[in-house]
Nanobody, 125 residues
Framework: VQLQASGGGLVQAGSSLRLSCAAS????????LAWFRQAPGKDREFVAG????????IYSDSVKGRFTISRDNAGNMMYLQMNSPKPEDTAVYYC???????????????????WGQGTLVTVSS
C-alpha cells in the first residue's frame, strides 16, 4: 500500500483547510488509519484516527471539536477537515495506515507500517 498526502498550504487562523490521503496498491477498508503531525523540533504527534473498520473516530484533545477525520467507503481515500486552525497547528501532516496494530497503540507512530510523504500546513495569525 502506498499513501499520498496532499492539501497543505498557508492558511489564516480561523479559516479552514482539508487534507487528503490517497491510497494505491490496495484498499484501506480493513486498516487502522491515522493522521499525525510533526512541528519543527518536536516529536511526531497523533492527531486523529480510526481503529480498523470502526467508524468511530478518535481525536487528540488538541484538535477535538475543530478537526474531523473521514474515510470513503471504498477505502481509497482519507481526509482531515481542519476548521478554525490555530498557529500552533503548524506542522507537517502525515497520513498513516496499519493492518495489525491493537487499539491501545493507535496513537503510537512507531506502530504504523505505511506512511504518506507529508504535507506542510502553515497557519498564520
Amino acid at each position: 500500500v502506498q499513501l499520498q498526502a496532499s492539501g497543505g498550504g498557508l492558511v489564516q487562523a480561523g479559516s479552514s483547510l482539508r487534507l487528503s490521503c490517497a491510497a494505491s496498491g490496495g484498499s484501506l477498508s480493513s486498516y487502522s488509519l491515522a493522521w499525525f503531525r510533526q512541528a519543527p523540533g518536536k516529536d511526531r504527534e497523533f492527531v486523529a484516527g480510526y481503529f480498523r473498520n470502526n467508524r468511530a473516530a478518535i481525536y487528540s484533545d488538541s484538535v477535538k471539536g475543530r478537526f474531523t477525520i473521514s474515510r470513503d467507503n471504498a477505502g481509497n481515500m482519507m481526509y482531515l477537515q481542519m476548521n478554525s486552525p490555530k498557529p500552533e497547528d503548524t506542522a507537517v501532516y502525515y497520513c498513516a495506515a496499519d493492518r495489525g496494530l491493537i487499539y491501545s497503540s493507535i496513537g503510537n507512530a512507531q506502530q504504523y507500517d505505511y506512511w504518506g510523504q507529508g504535507t506542510l500546513v502553515t497557519v498564520s495569525s
